[in-house]
């Protein structure tokens, strides 16, 4: 497909914006406000910090850390040197993120010692004990070959690791010539992101993008009428694509103000949306269940909100996008995956409340949608259930040391096939509806349940497992397991958190435990997954299954 619009990396993007915008703030976090020339001043100190430390182009820079200004100007600085950007979810445990960190191959983390009672250090030292006595400036723990460097935001600074301050102290040492010379020397086709999403192998696979996805920015802030006159109230993890993308790239892109929390309270995002009159929200279905519900929000003056990009889901989502436009403000929808760069459809300002509720947006500029017969691939008409299909510029690259993976999602006249269940009307809007695969989304948290069942498995008292979705209330849906008990053992619902407690992200958890005999088969012998969730929604006593 021939280039129909400017590419441009993130680096230009970044000095872009300090030119237009430079003395208008770009950023405020727990209580520190800089201007967007001030945030790209500190972007380009520590590229210049990463450069000196040896950070190389191409170099894969894992970063394990929770929202705060320090993961905003990494990763400005990552994508400016020309290195890749690694985010870990900061729920992820030892056994995520040292397959994570393994299998990017990153020659460098950056990490936070603590976040309230998450001991980020303890977790790596438990794989990484050399962090302990080895050299920081070549560390190369026996779990991790390709790891040259740890650097570890926080007062705790083990002898192997290099303290922020100390990164930072190098910068110096690094001409700004240099830095010059990398940004460049970066192509917007060069791989800058390489963003973690959970497969259908038990594995999460690393999604390659190019700096394409700055487009589909752009056409997004168009269609939701952004400008520098906004302020976005950014809770969302900066490691999810929703959160990287539509606070930093679209502050960047538009102007607009970023008002960054360390991570989602109700209470705290409703005190800064009437301090700081926000003007832009965005999030899942249990954020907004959250804020409508929270004693507050009646109270909280919310007359700064012009709208709220909130993320419909399954039908179960429509009831709370409802309430949300009752108690807060108009809200748009929108469809998205980590494959194709951020939300690729959105819905329009004017739209009806209806679309707005339900639909999931019409495709954005330079995006192809179908919806085919999973069976046949042949491509159904307008209004008909089938599997959604995608294809445009900002597509992954693919995924990374997954060439099988890729060919299997992406076929050979460029079509990315999302396991989504969708219907797209004769006008062209997407509506999800579900997923073919059998991946749960947690509160906007993808879990693959084939990791939960392996798990699972270990455990003394569990002969089978089959982990489902059933519907939550807040979270949308939640993990169940159904499990098949091994003769004379016992387990209860407390001991199947207790052991999967620490081990693995809090939202991997199953929230419910059901005792069955057997499992309803097909003739094949496969399990019949739609039968089980409609069997667990009735012994539990919810609707929806």
């Known amino acids: 497909m021939p280039n129909w619009f400017h590419k441009q990396t993130v680096g230009e993007l970044i000095n872009q914006a300090a030119e237009r915008f430079g003395p208008r703030e770009a950023l405020l976090y727990e209580g520190r406000r800089w201007s967007f020339a001030e945030f790209r001043d500190e972007i380009d100190r520590v590229a210049r910090a990463l450069i000196n430390l040896g950070v190389q182009p191409g170099d894969k820079v894992s970063l394990w850390m929770s929202n705060r200004a320090e993961w905003l100007f990494l990763f400005g600085a990552i994508a400016k040197i020309g290195a890749v950007l690694v985010p870990i979810n900061t729920r992820f445990r030892t056994g995520d993120m040292e397959y994570l960190v393994n299998h990017s191959d990153s020659a460098a983390l950056v990490l936070m010692a603590r976040s309230g009672p998450v001991d980020y250090l303890a977790m790596l030292r438990e794989v990484a004990p050399e962090i302990d006595h080895g050299n920081p400036a070549a560390l190369h723990p026996a779990a991790f070959p390709s790891l040259r460097n740890v650097i570890v935001v926080g007062e705790e600074r083990p002898a192997g690791a290099i303290g922020w301050d100390a990164l930072l102290a190098g910068a110096g040492e690094a001409p700004a010539a240099e830095l010059a010379q990398r940004e460049a020397a970066v192509s917007p086709d060069d791989t800058f992101l390489l963003m973690y999403t959970s497969?259908?192998?038990?594995?999460?696979?690393?999604v390659m993008h190019c700096h394409n996805p700055i487009r589909t920015v752009i056409d997004a802030a168009n269609r939701m009428g952004m400008s520098s006159r906004d302020v976005i109230l950014m809770y969302l993890p900066l490691f999810h694509c929703f959160g990287l993308y539509e606070g930093?790239?679209?502050?960047?892109?538009?102007g607009a103000r970023v008002?960054?929390?360390?991570?989602?309270?109700?209470?705290?995002?409703?005190?800064?949306?009437?301090s700081e009159r926000a003007t832009v929200m965005n999030g899942f279905d249990a954020h907004f269940y959250d804020l409508c519900h929270h004693p507050?929000?009646?109270k909280t003056d919310r007359s700064s909100l012009r709208t709220i990009l909130l993320a419909v889901g399954m039908p179960s989502s429509e009831p709370v996008a409802r309430l949300t436009q009752e108690k807060f403000c108009s809200t748009l929808s929108a469809w998205g995956m980590t494959e194709v760069g951020v939300g690729a459809t959105r819905t329009f300002l004017d739209a009806p409340a209806d679309d707005r509720c339900a639909e999931s947006g019409h495709p954005l500029p330079g995006y192809e949608f179908k919806v085919i017969d999973p069976g046949t691939g042949d491509t159904l008409p307008p209004s008909t259930m089938g599997e959604l299909c995608v294809r445009g510029y900002a597509l992954m690259q693919g995924y990374y040391?997954?060439?099988?993976?890729?060919?299997?999602?992406i076929?050979?006249?460029g079509w990315f096939h999302t396991g989504d269940v969708c219907t797209i009307r004769d006008d062209g809007s997407v509506?999800?509806?579900?997923r073919y695969k059998d991946q749960l989304k947690v509160g906007g948290e993808n879990v693959d349940p084939t990791e939960v069942e392996a798990f699972l498995l270990t455990h003394p008292a569990v002969s089978k497992v089959q982990v489902i979705g059933v519907p939550d209330a807040r979270l949308a849906e939640v993990a169940c397991a159904c499990v098949v008990v091994e003769p004379g053992q016992v387990i209860t619902d407390a001991d199947l958190s207790d052991f999967c407690r620490g081990k693995m992200a809090s939202f991997k958890i199953p929230r419910h435990l059901i005792i069955v005999d057997d499992y309803p088969m097909t003739s094949s012998g496969k399990v019949q997954k739609y039968l089980l969730r409609q069997m667990a929604a009735e012994r539990l006593g919810l609707a929806g299954g």
């Open 199 to 206: 497969g259908t192998t038990g594995f999460p696979k690393g």
């Open 248 to 254: 930093p790239l679209m502050s960047w892109v538009t």
């Open 259 to 274: 008002v960054l929390t360390t991570m989602f309270d109700a209470g705290e995002t409703l005190g800064l949306l009437e």
């Open 296 to 298: 507050d929000a009646a």
């Open 401 to 409: 040391k997954r060439p099988e993976a890729t060919a299997a999602a």
């Open 411 to 413: 076929d050979g006249d």
């Open 431 to 434: 509506r999800f509806l579900g």
